[in-house]
């Protein structure tokens, strides 16, 4: 499995922006999707967006779609998500995740980031 290193977030207001980096270690990501998902206090994960590294397809969640772009640097072997216009409804720990089936499910074999925070309040 690839090591999965994130880096980002932090507190914004509402409105403001914030941007995630996931960099993949001791292994490359490979032909993998690569997604990031959220879990707020008392919810489940929900799926954020992912990103296929062949062909750069992307899939998003309907709650961040226009706001939240992810993007690869095949080079780096890293992902980010360029979070724009948040709210507090965004607030979350944010985990990378590599391995998806169709996009949007992680499975047995997936690797995991170690988690983000990300608050957005005023």
């Known amino acids: 499995q690839v090591q999965l290193v994130q880096s980002g977030g932090g507190l914004v207001q509402p409105g403001g922006s914030l941007r995630l980096s996931c960099a993949a270690s001791?292994?490359?990501?490979?032909?993998?999707?690569v997604g990031w998902f959220r879990q707020a206090p008392g919810k489940e994960r929900e799926f954020v967006a992912s990103?296929?590294?062949?062909?750069?397809?992307?899939l998003y969640a309907d709650s961040v779609k226009g706001r939240f772009t992810i993007s690869k640097d095949n080079a780096e072997n890293t992902v980010y998500l360029e979070m724009n216009s948040l709210n507090p409804e965004d607030t979350a720990v944010y985990y990378c995740v590599a391995g998806l089936l169709g996009g949007r499910s992680p499975y047995v074999l997936s690797s995991w980031g170690q988690g983000t925070q990300v608050t957005v309040s005023s």
């Open positions: 990103i296929r590294r062949t062909d750069g397809t992307t």
């Open positions: 001791g292994r490359t990501f490979n032909n993998n999707n």
